[in-house]
């Protein structure tokens, strides 16, 4: 099987490329990424040289590369990850958001079309449901659940899901869409809350934390999401969608509160900053559909992922602290107002 992934050089994805080649012997990856700030061609080092792989830097609106790509590759299958992914840049500009998310989206499945490619997999996210109240744990996001946006970051996934699934619907083009509740693991880009804060933490900076910490999330251990793409890819019924999450509800601030204790920080680190515009509550997944369609269960428990992502930043100094500098330092100044 060959198959092109979108934005492998980011943090699901690449972990994703990862999982699969050591799964597969005999599956051959193409990644197509842009290396926008968010993608670090250090995240594939270790299978750049890999005869099974190959690494083609491209945007995913450019349709004229994308469709040579295809045509040269002939790909069985796609797995979309390229995306602009950070809520705080998109409430900044909206713009890059729609163009890469949206309309990288609709060329990806042009192509598809055009070269009869037998499955396009859409990574989506639980935010496309908007949030839900923090009193009432009873409530979770099923499939069912109507798209209620929050941010241009979520409104950007909804209007790609909505179009994935106008492509199955006119063109029978087969498609997937997993909705994942909020990843966390190796290669994650240190400007989301659980990399900034270990980062942070290790430097003895102050861990910004927005609002009063009470936002809640989902959290899922990234082998656990790559688990299952891979399922859906192999068993998923296409035209469906596919929600993915852990049972793991947590509040921003108590997982902070967990990796100052990892690291024998103290708690005096933590800053509260102003909160975040339209700042979702609380995110949570009813997974019964992937359970019981395709068997799939998360296999990694918090308190392990945790201790094994801590462990990971400690032993891969060099590479999170080669993305600590320029542009990015200039941007965490502007989002969080503070220096350190
Ligand atoms: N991180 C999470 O917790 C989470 C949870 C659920 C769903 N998702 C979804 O999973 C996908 C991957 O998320 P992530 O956290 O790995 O993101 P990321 O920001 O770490 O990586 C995105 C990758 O896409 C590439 N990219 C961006 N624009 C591109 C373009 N125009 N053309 C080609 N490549 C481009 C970047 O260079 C980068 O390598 C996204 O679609 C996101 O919406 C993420």
Redesign the pocket.
């Known amino acids: 099987m060959k198959i092109i992934v979108?934005?492998?050089?980011?943090?699901?994805?690449?972990?994703f490329i990862h999982y699969m080649l050591n799964k597969y012997g005999d599956y051959k990856i193409v990644c197509?990424?842009?290396?926008?700030?968010?993608?670090?061609l250090s995240?594939l080092k270790d299978v750049l040289n890999d005869p099974r792989f190959a690494f083609v830097k491209?945007?995913?609106?450019?349709r004229k590369a994308v469709f040579e790509l295809f045509g040269k590759e002939r790909p069985d299958a796609v797995v979309?990850?390229?995306?602009?992914?950070?809520v705080d840049r998109s409430i900044t500009d909206p713009s890059?958001f729609l163009?890469?998310?949206i309309l990288?989206t609709a060329t990806l499945m042009d192509a598809c079309r055009n070269f009869g490619v037998a499955r396009f997999h859409?990574?989506?996210?639980?935010?496309v449901y908007g949030d839900l109240p923090t009193d009432r744990p009873d409530l979770m996001f099923t499939e069912k659940t109507p798209l209620s946006a929050s941010s241009p970051?979520s409104a950007s996934?909804a209007s790609a899901d909505l179009l994935v699934l106008a492509y199955y619907r006119t063109y029978g083009l087969p498609v997937t869409i997993?909705?994942?509740?909020?990843?966390?693991g190796p290669?994650?880009?240190p400007e989301?809350l659980i990399p900034l804060m270990i980062v942070n933490a290790l430097a003895d900076k102050s861990l910004p934390v927005y609002g009063t910490g009470e936002n809640i999330r989902d959290w899922?251990y990234?082998e656990d999401?790559c688990k299952a793409i891979d399922l859906i890819l192999h068993k998923g019924r296409t035209g469906e969608i596919y929600n993915?999450g852990g049972h793991n509800e947590m509040k921003n601030i108590d997982i902070v509160k967990i990796i100052l204790k990892k690291l024998g920080k103290p708690e005096s680190l933590i800053k509260f900053v102003a909160d975040r515009k339209g700042h979702d509550l609380r995110y949570a997944i009813d997974p019964t559909k992937i359970s019981s369609e395709l068997g799939w269960t998360p296999q990694t428990a918090f308190s392990e992922g945790i201790d094994k992502t801590v462990k990971w930043y400690l032993e891969n100094r060099e590479w999170w602290e080669e993305i600590i500098s320029g542009e990015y330092i200039e941007y965490y100044k502007k989002m969080y107002g503070v220096k350190s």
């Open positions: 979108t934005g492998g050089a980011g943090f699901i994805g690449g972990n197509l990424d842009k290396l926008t700030y968010a993608g670090n995240t491209a945007d995913i609106c450019d979309n990850f390229a995306a602009e992914s950070h890059l163009n890469t998310n990288g859409q990574v989506s996210t639980d935010e970051y996934k997993s909705r994942c509740s909020n990843n966390y290669y994650h880009f989301k899922l990234v999401h993915v």
